[in-house]
């Protein structure tokens, strides 16, 4: 016979569980929240700005890409950074990567080809940050700036965090996402993501000190 207290006692821990993990994401929701309007001051310094990849239509960089490029191109002419740093592959063989279309549009508005890199193989934020350590080793770059769309930043930090970059972060001042629901959604989705991302993150660290191989 099922007892009636063991029932109320699962009702309870369910209920529990709901609250803790609805809190833990809003507290997601907030760092998304916070993170996104944070710029590179007046008068700080990098050695680069790395453009996180975005759509680009055949040679031309997508609405939200060329905001991110302007930005870092904002940077550079302001003496803020050293370098910009493009990366990004391409979704479809034939087509220019996206890397290859920031680097493109940056020379188009006079910034020095040596003093602009890329890396054109990643297909996610995760790679593109990864891809990027040998040239940063490579050109002795010691300090980053990540430039994305402000309810990117979060994320791209947490992951810059894990891969133990020493970077900050700088959003566009403008994004298309700027518009009520478009904005409201964006920062729902981005939050998802980096809960999704820490969840497979502190897994992936508590099943390698279960299973000893630390």
Known sequence: MFRLPRFRHLLQGAALGTVLALSA?????????QT?????????????????????????????????????IALYQSRRVDKIIFTGGTPKKGY?????????????QGIPARDILFENTS???YENLSNIRPLLH???????????????????????DE??????????????????KK???FLLQES????????????NRLWRFVSGNR
């Open 192 to 203: 998802y993501a980096l809960s999704a991302y820490y969840a497979a993150y502190w897994g």
């Open 163 to 180: 891969l133990n970059l020493n970077a900050r972060v700088s959003g566009t001042p403008t994004s298309r996402y700027d518009e009520g």
């Open 123 to 125: 297909r996610n934020t």
């Open 25 to 33: 994401f809003a507290a997601i929701v907030w760092l998304v929240y």
């Open 138 to 160: 490579h050109h002795d770059i010691r300090t980053i700036v990540i430039v994305s769309d402000p309810y990117h930043l979060a994320r791209a930090a947490a992951i810059a």
């Open 36 to 72: 996104g309007k944070s710029r590179l001051p007046d008068g700080a310094h990098v050695d680069a700005a790395v453009v996180l990849g975005a759509a680009a239509w055949d040679k031309r960089p997508s609405p939200v890409f060329r905001e991110r490029i302007n930005h870092a």
């Open 183 to 185: 904005k409201d959604r």
């Open 96 to 108: 220019m990567t996206e890397a290859e279309v920031g680097r493109r549009y940056a020379l188009k």
